[in-house]
């Protein structure tokens, strides 16, 4: 009688889990003729997958950690160097804004002296002369000389 136990679980685990899904009946009848059938096939299963984890999956895990652990390093040393390359970026444009800024005031500067003196020889006399000293009649404050002129 122990024989038959042990021939039913031999037979038993010597089915095929994915011919066995196909054909519920024919697991019922193992079922039937042994009530060890599915702890066995599950136990069977979970070797098959464990197995699997074991050979396969391990190895590439590591060497998944390995590259990620390096990609990460990498990522913060990017993340820094971009941080400080941007920095400079917007030192850059702060010292363009800055010179941008003089050189309109510059051009400005020159824009009006340039106009005062076309005005001086225009008219022949001075507008950065105070309007009160025109109006008292200070004529040498007035009269400029022009460019030419002695």
Do not use: C, W, Y
């Amino acid at each position: 009688m122990a024989d038959a136990g042990k021939g039913a679980s031999t037979s038993g685990q010597d089915e095929d889990v994915s011919q066995l899904v196909k054909d519920p009946e024919k697991i019922k009848v193992l079922m039937r003729r042994d009530p060890r059938f599915i702890k066995r096939m599950i136990t069977k299963e979970i070797e098959q997958i464990n197995e699997t984890i074991r050979t396969h999956i391990t190895p590439n895990l590591e060497r998944l950690n390995t590259s990620i652990a390096s990609k990460s390093e990498l990522r913060e040393h990017l993340t820094k160097q971009i941080d400080t390359e941007m920095g400079n970026v917007r030192n850059l444009e702060a010292e363009a804004r800055a010179l941008i800024s003089k050189t309109r005031h510059t051009a400005g500067t020159l824009v009006r002296k340039t106009a005062v003196q076309r005005v001086e020889e225009a008219r022949g006399f001075s507008v950065t002369t105070p309007t009160i000293t025109i109006l008292k009649g200070s004529p040498s404050a007035t009269k400029t000389k022009p460019p030419g002129d002695p």
